[in-house]
Structure formats: C-alpha cells, structure tokens
C-alpha cells in the first residue's frame, strides 16, 4: 500500500513519458548510470544475429537507375518547427510565409521526434541511419550516406558548430561522409573564429551545392543548422523590436515576451535565407531533392514556462499533447528537373513519421528501391510508422503502448534487423 501511494504521488509530479522529468527526479546518479548503460549497444530482447541476418538476406541493394540519379540535399534546422498549427502564439508578421510557399510546392508531414528542447544528434543519426535504437558509431557504421557513396554520390555536409560537438568530427566519417565543414575547417574563417549563422551558413551551403553538381558524379549532402540553438535571451532583444513577431495580448511578461521575439525573429531571418536557397535551387538546371525538417521542439523558458503562458497541451497521456510535444514538420521538395527525372509532382500531405522512416519516404518519392535494409523496413513505415523511445508507438495513426500481435512481431524483428546492421558494416571502397 505504501508502495502504490509513493508510486501515485510520483505520477502526479512527473510524466513517465518525459526523460528530462524522469532524470530531474530521480537525481543525479538515474541520468550518470542511465548515459552509461545507454553507452554499451545492447541487443533487443530475444536477439538472434542469424535470424536477423536471415531477415535482412532476403533483400539486396538495389542500385538507382542512372538515368534516376539526382541530387539529394538534406537540412535539419535547429529547434525549428511551426507554431501556426497550435493557433499560439498570435504572430504580428508571416514569420512562415518561406516555409509555408515549400510546403504548397512540395510534400510535407508530421515528424515525431524521440527528443524536446535538446539531443539534435537523435533526430540527425535517425534519418541518416534508419535506426530507432541508436548506437555508439565508434567504428564504420552502416548508414544511408554509405549507401549514396556506394551508387557513385558524392557524400558531404556542413554544420557551423565546432566539430567535437557530439562527436561529429569522427562518428560523421563513420557514417559515410567524406567531407564535412565545421568551424575549425571552414566557417571559422568567415566568422573570425566562431559559430556561423544562417547569413553565412545558407550562402555557403549553396556554394559548396554549385561545387558539388559541377562535376560528372551526383551529389548527397545532409547540413545542420546553428540559427535557432536555445536559450533565448529573456532580457536582451536581437531580432527587431517588441511586437515584431508576437503580439502581446497580456499573457506573457516581459521575460516571456523577449523570449519569444527573440525565437520568432530567428525563424523569421532562417525564412529569408531559406527562400533565396530554393529560389536558386528552383532555377537550377541540376534537378535537386530538398528534405527538410526540425530536430526537436524549442526551449521555452525553465520549466517550459512560456508554453504555459500559451496554454499549448503538453498532456503527454493523450496523443494531441504527446504530439505536441515531440513532433515538428518536414517538407520533401524537388524543383522542376528533378520532378521532370522522377516522373513525380512532388506535391501533398505526407504520412506522420519518426526520423528512422523520413528517408524511406524521400525514397519512395523518387521511385528508388535502396538499400536492402530500408527495403527490409519499408513495410513498418505502413503499419507502425513511429517507434519511439518512450515506448510508445503510432500504429495506423494511433498512439498507443500496445501493439497487435501481428505489429509487435513486425517491430521485433525490425530492431533485429536494426542492431544486425548497425553491427556488420557493408560497404567496402578502396578510396575512402
């Protein structure tokens, strides 16, 4: 009995669907031991590599047809996501208008991250891996930039943060890329030394596109953002003036008003500079597939004080809140030679999908068979199109903790499959 009233007491302070709750409550040695055990790649319950092996030797890589091969850009923007679908907060200006023209001309969707306010790397290492159980990538780890390198692409990307930041100097080389940019080998220079932001990080982005195309091989590059990266001062504005962005309506302090100016504004600027990015791509002759998507919801204020102030449903028990929370948008976009290559519009509402499964939807878009193992989880993109970490799952559209029997046996043998690949690198080139 005493148990029970300790267990309903601690429910009614903390979500067991929030890892930032569990960790603040339980102290400092639940967060050191949880990051230790999570550092040891463990295999899935009920775990056979022979099976997995099996289950995986039943596809083959399928080669892109040459006369299909076009070029394949991927942006994460940091902390970027719409606020306009919540209705909150009531914005002064079309803070979205670049966003919103990309989403009439492409395929956009709902992208439910395993992450909130922090953890970028969760949502990168999903999409370019197709795992939802991520690993160490201390060694060559099979990735779908390995897969572009093995069908001739040339595979690289930029990030203008420091390259020790989650390790992205050496697990990026691990997962495919043969050249990547970060402050201490480029922007640095552009910048007297420190991080770059979306004024230098988009122009550069498409330079090193115009480099990248200008020879015979196609070209694959998948870019992170820095614009964006919380905290928000809550006492200095940098973007415009009070009232720019969000209108007042006496809800918020003045903290939480400079905040969210401060945020909106940043949205608004990253809006301008990625309009001109498609504006060159659109008129490009080099036919191009943009993909775009944030990695994780904001920081707003401690506590999440500000989303507070909205009244936004973070009741992570009933989807609308566990959505809320964990999702952000994505937008799948090709200009007209791409379309014109592919044979497809490009156009329309998308499925709701976690990172793991975006790049399968990228290629089923450009008519690409792949890889054998996003072959291999292609049909649980059509069933169960979330796994997340918390344990709980989007199966046919619902949220739930309980899967058919027909569905837990899918995703048993998905996180086999996930861990065997993950475990038994590929790809062998002579020219790394």
């Given at each position: 009995?005493?148990?029970?009233?300790?267990?309903?007491?601690?429910?009614?302070?903390?979500?067991?669907?929030?890892?930032?709750?569990?960790?603040?409550?339980?102290?400092?040695?639940?967060?050191?031991?949880?990051?230790?055990?999570?550092?040891?790649?463990?295999p899935p319950?009920?775990?056979?590599?022979?099976?997995?092996a099996?289950?995986?030797?039943?596809?083959?890589?399928?080669?892109?047809?040459?006369?299909?091969?076009?070029?394949?850009?991927?942006?994460?923007?940091?902390?970027?996501?719409d606020?306009?679908?919540?209705?909150?907060?009531?914005?002064?200006?079309?803070?979205y208008?670049?966003?919103?023209?990309l989403?009439?001309?492409?395929?956009?969707?709902?992208?439910v991250?395993?992450?909130?306010?922090?953890?970028?790397v969760?949502?990168?290492?999903?999409?370019?891996?197709?795992?939802?159980a991520?690993?160490?990538?201390r060694?060559?780890?099979?990735?779908?930039p390995?897969?572009?390198?093995?069908?001739?692409?040339?595979?690289?990307?930029?990030?203008?943060?420091y390259n020790?930041?989650?390790?992205?100097?050496n697990?990026?080389?691990?997962?495919?890329?043969?050249?990547?940019?970060?402050v201490?080998?480029h922007?640095?220079?552009?910048?007297?030394?420190?991080?770059?932001?979306?004024?230098?990080?988009?122009?550069?982005?498409?330079?090193a596109?115009?480099?990248?195309?200008?020879?015979?091989?196609?070209?694959?590059s998948?870019?992170?953002?820095?614009q964006?990266?919380?905290?928000?001062?809550?006492?200095?504005?940098?973007?415009?003036?009070?009232?720019?962005?969000?209108?007042?309506?006496?809800r918020?302090?003045?903290?939480?008003?400079?905040?969210?100016?401060?945020?909106?504004?940043?949205?608004a600027?990253?809006?301008?500079?990625?309009?001109?990015l498609?504006?060159?791509?659109?008129?490009?002759?080099?036919?191009?597939?943009?993909?775009?998507?944030?990695?994780?919801?904001?920081?707003?204020?401690?506590?999440?004080?500000?989303?507070?102030?909205?009244?936004?449903?973070?009741?992570l028990?009933?989807?609308?809140?566990?959505?809320?929370?964990?999702?952000?948008?994505?937008?799948i976009?090709a200009?007209?030679?791409?379309?014109?290559?592919?044979?497809?519009?490009?156009?329309?509402?998308?499925?709701?999908?976690?990172?793991?499964?975006?790049?399968?939807?990228?290629f089923?878009?450009?008519?690409?068979?792949g890889?054998?193992?996003?072959?291999?989880?292609?049909?649980?993109?059509?069933?169960v199109?979330?796994?997340?970490?918390?344990?709980?799952?989007l199966?046919?559209?619902?949220?739930?903790?309980?899967?058919t029997?027909?569905?837990?046996e899918?995703?048993r043998?998905?996180?086999?499959?996930?861990?065997?690949?993950?475990?038994?690198?590929?790809?062998?080139?002579?020219n790394r």
């Open positions: 009995m005493i148990y029970d009233v300790h267990t309903a007491y601690y429910e009614r302070l903390v979500n067991r669907w929030s890892s930032t709750q569990q960790y603040l409550a339980r102290g400092f040695l639940y967060p050191f031991f949880h990051s230790v055990t999570a550092a040891v790649d463990t319950a009920g775990y056979r590599a022979q099976e997995a099996e289950l995986l030797g039943r596809y083959a890589d399928a080669d892109i047809p040459e006369d299909k091969k076009v070029n394949v850009m991927g942006i994460m923007l940091e902390a970027y996501n606020f306009t679908r919540f209705g909150v907060p009531e914005l002064s200006s079309d803070v208008a670049a966003w919103h023209a989403e009439a001309e492409g395929v956009s969707g709902t992208l991250t395993n992450i909130f306010a922090g953890g970028t969760d949502t990168e290492r999903c999409f370019l891996t197709g795992s939802s991520l690993g160490s990538f060694s060559d780890t099979n990735s779908y390995w897969y572009f390198r093995s069908q001739g692409y040339t595979v690289e990307g930029m990030h203008p943060c020790w930041f989650y390790n992205r100097k697990i990026n080389e691990n997962l495919g890329f043969a050249r990547y940019a970060y201490e080998n922007f640095g220079e552009l910048t007297g030394g420190g991080l770059a932001m979306d004024d230098v990080f988009f122009p550069e982005l498409l330079e596109y115009r480099a990248g195309t200008a020879g015979e091989r196609p070209y694959f998948f870019s992170v953002t820095y964006g990266h919380g905290p928000y001062d809550s006492g200095q504005l940098y973007w415009g003036e009070p009232g720019d962005y969000v209108v007042n309506d006496g918020y302090t003045a903290e939480e008003q400079c905040i969210l100016e401060n945020y909106f504004g940043s949205i600027n990253t809006g301008k500079h990625l309009k001109a498609t504006d060159a791509l659109r008129a490009d002759a080099e036919p191009v597939v943009l993909v775009l998507f944030g990695d994780h919801n904001p920081w707003m204020g401690d506590g999440n004080s500000v989303y507070k102030a909205m009244g936004l449903d973070f009741d028990d009933s989807q609308d809140g566990f959505l809320n929370y964990y999702s952000t948008r994505y937008i976009w200009n007209d030679a791409a379309k014109a290559v592919l044979g497809n519009g490009f156009q329309g509402e998308g499925p709701t999908l976690g990172p793991s499964f975006l790049m399968n939807e990228v089923r878009l450009c008519g690409w068979e890889p054998a193992y996003l072959q291999a989880i292609d049909p649980v993109l059509d069933r199109s979330v796994v997340h970490a918390s344990g709980r799952y199966e046919d559209g619902v949220l739930t903790t309980e899967l029997p027909e569905n837990a899918l995703i043998r998905y996180r086999a499959m996930d861990y065997f690949w993950h475990h038994h690198f590929a790809y062998d080139f002579e």
